[in-house]
């Protein structure tokens, strides 16, 4: 499955926390049933490219509607077509390497 991270830096706030950001897009993708992992500088998102390019959407517009005027948001996609691939085998592949 495609994994997809994405950060939401607000630009212009008085504060420098960006948790409320980040739990309106936790909510976004718990509504959207999709498999993530919250990190200290982003989250990834596992599952169907369109799932996740559409999520992706939704949290920057939702932090463009509740936040300051201006938005950066970052995003990287990872999406094998040669085989099958998850968070999990990804992070276990380097643990065992590193045993």
Same mark, same amino acid.
């Given at each position: 499955m495609p994994l997809l991270e994405i950060s939401i830096v607000p630009v212009g706030?008085?504060?420098?926390?960006?948790?409320?950001?980040?739990?309106?897009?936790?909510?976004?993708?718990?509504?959207?049933?999709?498999?993530? $992992? /919250?990190? =200290?500088?982003?989250?990834?998102?596992?599952?169907?490219i369109d799932d996740l390019w559409e999520a992706a959407k939704e949290i920057h517009?939702?932090?463009? $509607? /509740?936040? =300051?005027?201006r938005i950066v948001t970052t995003i990287t996609i990872d999406h094998r077509t040669d085989k099958q691939m998850d968070m999990e085998q990804q992070i276990d592949k380097v643990e065992k390497q590193l045993d």
């Open positions: 706030t008085d504060s420098p926390s960006i948790s409320s950001e980040v739990i309106d897009a936790v909510r976004i993708i718990e509504e959207k049933d999709l498999k993530y $992992e /919250v990190t =200290p500088t982003a989250t990834v998102l596992e599952g169907d517009q939702t932090a463009l $509607e /509740v936040g =300051p005027e």
